[in-house]
């Protein structure tokens, strides 16, 4: 058979690309590619993700030099000079310890299926290894936060005395809402945190404890109610709040925590969350002027109560 050797049955040339390593480099001085030395390596890495991140830019200007945190790229969170006064150092270093803290806390312990407990665990190890080489992955911030929510619930769980592997249970009933005795002793109820503390909602509709969690009074008893008369998909929501691996993480509905768990001025509504569950949310004060103050520190424009 005669093997024809015309240009057109000639394969076509592989075209040569650039590595995604190689995407931000400027210079062959800047190419780790090769590089056997851990510590220069290292060097060239920060400073490619540094060029990265100045140049990814979808959430708002970032102006800080060096190492830009995972909350500052993801939401925009505008960096404080390093000769600013020590409050606003305490305000800029509060992003850089709430990353910290989400990557170390145990929130996956809420997570009913093991599947998914030991795929938190194994994303939040990756995670926290990247960001304290100060090297984290942008497609990974969403997820960051939405972990925190999860470690923020399951931090509300123990200050209310709700063990963290039970309180999402499918059958799980709010003790709150049952009478006669409770299978587990709560603490005193005036300890709680002021957030926290039952409603007579609370006390007087069955529901599902992860409602108890948030530290909105007026949400969780519009929650509830919504629940109880079938107009609030339960699942919905919840996967809406905690759900680690969302197909879009940064346009679906979320929550944000900045610190205290238990504090409503530490917790901020997206607009996608807002767009969704307005209506939820009305009349929840709290969230709302949280909200607007988060927003303020960003330069955004403020919402409409």
């Known amino acids: 058979m005669e093997i024809s050797r015309d240009h057109d049955s000639m ?7 650039a590595m995604s390593q190689q995407r931000y480099v400027q210079s062959q001085d800047d190419d780790w590619t090769g590089v056997t030395s851990t510590s220069e390596r290292r ?3 920060n400073r490619l993700n540094q060029r990265a991140y100045r140049k990814y830019k979808p959430f ?7 190492t830009i945190t995972v909350y500052q790229e993801l939401l925009g969170v505008v960096g404080q000079d390093e000769n600013k006064t020590k409050g606003n150092e305490d305000t800029a270093a509060a992003p850089r310890d ?6 170390q806390e145990e929130g996956y312990k809420m997570l009913t299926a093991p599947q998914r407990r030991d795929n938190v665990i194994r994303f939040a190890r990756e995670a926290y290894e990247r960001y304290a080489l100060g090297a984290p992955r942008p ?4 997820m960051l936060v939405k972990l925190n929510v999860l470690n923020a619930l399951a931090r509300n769980a123990r200050l209310i005395g709700l063990p963290n592997d039970r309180v999402c249970d499918d059958d799980a009933i709010s003790p709150f809402s049952l009478s006669g005795p409770l299978p587990l002793p709560l603490p005193d109820q005036t300890l709680y945190p002021e957030a926290l503390k039952p409603t007579a909602v609370q006390y007087s509709v069955l529901h599902h404890p992860w409602i108890d969690l948030l530290p909105f009074p007026v949400m969780r008893e519009r929650a509830i109610r919504a629940v109880s008369s079938g ?15 969302p197909k879009d993480a940064v346009h679906t509905p979320f929550l944000i925590v900045w610190g205290d768990s238990s504090n409503p001025g530490d917790w901020e509504a997206t607009l996608p969350f807002l767009e969704k569950y307005g209506w939820l949310v009305w009349g929840c004060t709290e969230l709302f002027e949280s909200t607007n103050k988060w927003r303020s520190k960003r330069g955004e424009k403020l919402l409409g109560l």
Not at 11 to 17: A, E, G, H, R, T
């Open 11 to 17: 394969p076509s040339p592989l075209p040569l690309q």
């Open 43 to 45: 060097r060239l890495q």
């Open 60 to 66: 708002g200007p970032v102006r800080r030099q060096g």
């Open 98 to 103: 709430a990353v910290s803290l989400t990557l």
């Open 139 to 142: 497609s990974q911030l969403g």
């Open 231 to 245: 107009v609030l998909d339960e699942d919905e929501i919840v996967l809406d709040l905690i759900e680690v691996w």
